[in-house]
């Protein structure tokens, strides 16, 4: 629903990533989608975007970037802040996104990026349930610990390294990390954060723990 963009910045909605049932597509269809928006993996990509929808936040951005890493794209990073921030600093604003000639993205999984139910369930991981305290209380894996997305979150704005630091100051950094929400989208900006601390994260959902049960 966006209506607004940095100029010369392409529009790709992150929902086109999820079937009609909330589960990821396969890798080659989202390579299709990134492909027919003119990206390839060699290319230097920015990504920008929140949840209009649902009040705003990083997850849109967060989970994009998360599906290029999966996929195995290097240079990758995200803006920090909202079209307001970049208008403030003095970037262009236009009404329509720009367009760019259909190409083939290559693949090159990083399949240790997404956690499997197998994986989970044998514990050598820590769970983190990133979903809110009521959801968490109600039912959630066994063994997890609730960091909800909030926590990480000031004015839909990731908080800066020592908030997040401390956040997260009862994992351990020498243990691999499993984070997931209902669907794992907004999990994603628990785990850019947990990346960005040197974490070894992956992202699951809790769909999917629920499915293979």
């Known amino acids: 629903e966006a209506n607004e963009f940095i100029v010369g910045a392409i529009n790709v909605n992150y929902e086109d990533f999820l079937d009609n ?3 990821m597509k396969s890798a080659k269809e989202i390579a299709r989608i990134l492909g027919q928006a003119g990206i390839s993996r060699n290319d230097s990509i920015i990504i920008t975007g929140e949840c209009l929808p649902c009040g705003g936040g990083p997850a849109p951005a967060a989970y994009s970037y998360w599906i290029l890493k999966y996929l195995g794209h290097n240079k990758v990073r995200v803006l920090d802040g909202s079209i307001e921030d970049a208008r403030a600093a003095g970037l262009n604003i236009t009404n329509q996104p720009a367009t760019r000639n259909p190409t083939i993205y290559d693949i090159q999984m990083k399949p240790e990026l997404l956690a499997t ?41 990731m908080l800066n390294r020592s908030g997040l630091e401390e956040v997260f100051s009862s994992l351990d950094k020498d243990r691999p990390v499993v984070v997931y929400t209902n ?18 994260a992956r992202l699951y959902s809790w769909k999917d723990w629920l499915e293979n049960q």
């Not at 063994?143 to 990480?152: A, F, K, R, T």
């Open 21 to 23: 049932s909330s589960n």
């Open 183 to 200: 669907i794992g989208v907004q999990a994603s900006v628990s785990w850019f954060a947990l990346t960005l601390l040197g974490y070894d």
């Open 117 to 157: 139910y197998d994986f989970v369930k044998n514990g050598g991981a820590q769970i983190v349930d990133a979903r809110s305290p009521e959801d968490f209380e109600l039912s959630s894996i066994s063994g997890s610990v609730n960091i909800p997305l909030e926590s990480i979150l000031d004015n839909e704005k």
